[in-house]
């Protein structure tokens, strides 16, 4: 049947690609957590200031050190849609050791030697920033909805190297940061609400479609407002994520 030559096929793939089974970036955890497989989706679900970017950094760095100390072939996506690049890329480097992040900022070294080593290292890491540039506008750049991400990491692994890429893992931070998207048509009012829902669901398509696993943050309403208020354990549940405002 063809439903047992899919298995098969996805097998055969998957033994010979198991790096592709995302690892938890803890390695004394990772007898109790699952890997996350390609076509899958994670979601790292917290009340704002809780910590979700700072672990999705984590994760997606430990990701691109295994991946380039193992010497695989494919590259990590980092989606984030609310903090420039070079910011970011400056808090890879603080947290490699090259300098405290205020100064680097601020333009400050010092530690050169020190610095370019960091940079060396962070700079060979299979990672790739999707997200906005310092000096930007709408006249130089697309606004990051969900169908333009989804053309950019197609581009990043058909085009931009030199050879097709394999997408090892994708991360999105944080879903409800994502602008609305004008190119799905909705019957219904457009809310925050229906906005998550969609983008939830054509994540979970784009993690089959570039075959790999999807990890996404994604922010829960505070404790006044969630599903679980009356409740002595106030733990979000999915509804919370629906419905929590930017």
């Known amino acids: 049947p063809a439903g047992i030559d899919a298995v098969r096929q996805h097998q055969k793939f998957m033994a010979e690609n198991e790096h592709l089974a995302l690892q938890f970036p803890i390695p004394e955890l ?23 970017s700072l672990f999705l950094d984590l994760w997606a760095h430990t990701a691109a050190e295994e991946l380039f100390d193992g010497g ?9 849609t609310e903090d420039a690049v070079e910011l970011l890329v400056s808090a890879e480097l603080a947290r490699g ?24 290292r962070i700079g060979s890491l299979p990672i790739v920033h999707i997200g906005e540039s310092m000096g930007m506008d709408d006249s130089s750049a ?32 944080y879903i409800q940061a994502l602008p609305f998207d004008p190119e ?13 829902i969609s983008d939830e669901d ?5 993690a089959k479609y570039f075959y790999c696993p999807i990890i996404v943050a994604a922010q ?5 407002d969630l599903s679980s208020a009356s409740n002595f354990l106030k733990i979000p549940g999915y509804w919370d994520i629906q419905e929590a405002s930017y």
């Open 30 to 52: 990772r007898f109790y957590f699952h890997p996350s497989y390609p076509g899958k989706q994670t979601t790292i679900q917290a009340q704002s200031h809780n910590g979700k």
């Open 72 to 80: 695989r072939r494919g590259v990590i996506v980092k989606v984030n």
């Open 97 to 120: 050791g090259a300098g405290m992040l205020d100064d680097l900022q601020s333009g400050i070294i010092n530690d050169p030697e020190k610095y370019l080593q960091v940079e060396t």
């Open 142 to 173: 697309a606004v990051l909805y969900m169908s333009n991400i989804a053309r950019l990491i197609d581009f990043a692994r058909k085009e931009y190297f030199s050879e097709e890429m394999p997408i090892v893992a994708i991360f999105v931070d």
């Open 184 to 196: 799905i048509k909705r019957n219904i009012q457009d809310t925050r609400r229906i906005q998550v």
């Open 202 to 206: 054509r994540i979970r398509r784009a």
């Open 220 to 224: 829960s309403k505070q404790d006044a």
